[in-house]
């Protein structure tokens, strides 16, 4: 991640979504995947003068990944790893 946002801080407009966290277009693939293959429902907001200019790394290039408040705790479990003992 490249700004550090205020994680769980609910969507302005759409309410009962809380933000997960902001990431370049490849990692927003990936941890989206990750969401979508545990049934954590998920959405994408983004910069749109990024994807006109084909940016994909930087303030301008990041997207930010949204979740159910719900699912806030599970989503946070998996993209950082912490998915119970591993040791």
Known sequence: MFIEYDKGKEHPTKQG?????????????????????NGIEHFIEGEAMGDALGLTVGPMGEKLLFVKAEDYDDAIRLVEGDEGDNS
């Open 17 to 37: 979504w809380v933000l997960l966290g902001a990431y370049s277009v490849p990692e927003i693939h990936i941890v989206a995947g990750l969401l979508e293959a």
